[in-house]
């Protein structure tokens, strides 16, 4: 069985088979990860040479060799300590962290379903069927893969089945036992586009957006239409006899608040951007920003139009929640059928050197990883005791430069693009609950701005 090894802020050389590390606690971590409790596994890890002599270099690879029947194993290293690594089984991961040169310990599992960790009596029992519109974007992908991991079944809707039949194969590759079904909605707008597909379905999930930043003056009727269509499609299916329990609705960080670096403000539940409502209806605002202006204000009255929604409809027998993602970053899943994809292509802009005015134009602001966006999304669809909450996917500050460092150091060249430094996000988002949620779902902690910016980028640009 292949285990593959991915040492980050490791310092290359203790790894040798009479450092500090803690062999125990690492072979019981690929014992339990693969399933094989072979004694000889306790010995420890021996790594090969190759790795120890190429410690004056920036970034390290090599071979790992296992005691017991676990095949050799590939090593990617950094000359730092800290972080995080992972070991992989086949397509299962496990994450474990490194808090200094000789002390390892289980973080916590990436693959619930390949490890020890299950959801503890959640609303939704496991297999439980989870309709999830827009199901080809950035954040749906990963809610995709993250629910197939938890052991739930997907009924994902896109505009077009056959554009999105890279799918079907992603996932199959990444979850062979799993479930996923996709079904075709051409116009989210439409009334009624989903009353056929709700069958069985337990929660929904609805990401799929009217396209962003269009200067279509429709667009912002539209995108209210498009949630409230979800809202009447879920009441209509209960009403038949369905046992929808939640809606999950995307929301955005900007439908909160609008950027403004060095501007501190405590931020609640309650809050909302009414400022970009305001300058959407103002005649006086400038053209070349109504696109955005557009985006935010649908984002936020699209949100606030469903909390009415729920007011007057209080026996629908299902609970609301949204999730208010900021910056999502990270891996791309399947790169060479998302060139752009929302925010992670803002990275890819950076490192590339294109769309420069977007780039100029860009404030720092608060960063999520997609994996934890895409989990805060799960934890509301299926947790017990999540009804109602506006749910702040906010990690931590970032900067452009910030970002524009990390690629420099990832990629070992200097990006094309460029960033100014405008200060930095003085926002404070409530940010206890979103902390909580992830917890329940088996995670210690947020993923790293680091760690999402490298992923994002070699999304693209994978190494040799």
């Known amino acids: ?89 086949a397509d299962s991961e496990m994450e474990y962290r490194a808090t200094s ?14 490890s020890t960790f299950r959801l503890q009596d959640p609303l939704l029992p496991v297999g439980s069927l989870i309709f999830l519109t827009g199901a080809n974007g950035y954040i749906a992908t990963h809610v995709v ?27 199959e590759t990444r979850h062979p036992k799993s479930r996923l079904e996709l079904v075709e909605v051409p116009d989210i707008t439409k009334p009624g586009c989903y009353d056929a597909l709700l069958s069985g379905v337990s929660a929904i999930i609805h990401t799929a957006a009217i396209d962003p930043l269009s200067d279509d003056p429709s667009t912002f009727q539209k995108s209210i239409d498009a949630n409230l269509i979800v809202m009447e499609a879920a009441k209509k299916a209960n009403t038949a006899g369905e046992k929808i329990k939640r809606v999950v609705i995307t929301s955005s960080s900007w439908a909160v608040t609008w950027p403004e670096p060095g501007v ?25 920003m109504m696109p955005v202006v557009s985006y935010v204000a649908a984002k ?8 009415k929604w729920v007011e007057k409809n209080p026996d629908t027998g299902f609970a609301l929640n949204a999730i208010m993602p900021s910056t999502c970053m990270g891996e791309v ?19 590339d050197g294109t769309r420069p005015e977007l ?75 979103s902390t909580e949620l992830l917890e329940l779902l088996g995670r210690d902690g947020w993923e790293g701005f680091e760690k999402s910016v490298r992923e994002n980028i070699r999304s693209w640009h994978p190494r040799n």
């Not at 292949?2 to 606690?25: A, F, H, I, P, Q």
């Not at 505009?159 to 999105?164: A, Q």
């Not at 608060?366 to 509301?380: E, G, N, Q, Y």
């Not at 420099?408 to 930095?424: I, N, Q, R, Y």
Request: with cysteine; hydrophobic share 35%; glycine share 8%.
């Open 1 to 89: 069985m292949l285990v593959t090894m991915n040492l980050y802020n490791l310092r290359v050389g203790t790894l040798s088979s009479n450092s500090g590390l803690e062999y125990n606690k690492l072979s019981t971590a690929v014992q339990t990860i693969s399933g094989e409790a072979t004694s000889s596994m306790t010995q420890g890890v021996m790594f090969h040479p190759e790795v120890r002599e190429s410690q004056r270099s920036r970034r390290h690879s090599g071979t790992v060799l296992c005691h017991g029947n676990i095949s050799p194993c590939h090593v990617e290293a950094l000359d730092k300590i800290g972080q995080r690594f992972f070991v992989h089984v």
């Open 101 to 114: 040169i000789n002390t390892v310990y289980h973080s916590s599992p990436r693959d619930p379903k390949m």
């Open 145 to 171: 893969d993250q629910l197939l991991t938890f052991g739930y079944a997907v009924r994902g809707s896109v505009r077009s089945k056959s554009g999105s039949a890279w799918m079907t194969s992603l996932y």
């Open 264 to 288: 501190e403000k405590d931020l609640s539940v309650k809050s909302f951007n009414d400022v970009a409502v305001k300058q959407y209806h103002d005649p006086n605002t400038p053209k070349m």
């Open 300 to 307: 936020l009255e699209s949100e606030r139009e469903c909390w």
């Open 333 to 351: 899943l399947a790169p060479k059928n998302q060139e752009y994809p929302s925010t992670a292509g803002f990275v890819r802009s950076l490192y």
């Open 359 to 433: 780039i100029a134009w860009l404030q720092p602001q608060w960063f999520v990883s997609v994996k934890d966006a895409a989990r805060l999304h799960i934890a509301a669809a299926v947790l017990k005791g999540v009804d109602g909450e506006r749910i702040f996917g906010w990690a931590e500050r970032y900067t452009w430069p910030g970002v524009y460092k990390v690629l420099e150091d990832e990629m070992g060249e200097t990006p094309k693009g460029s960033a100014e430094d405008k200060g930095e996000d003085k926002s404070i988002p409530p940010m206890e609950r």
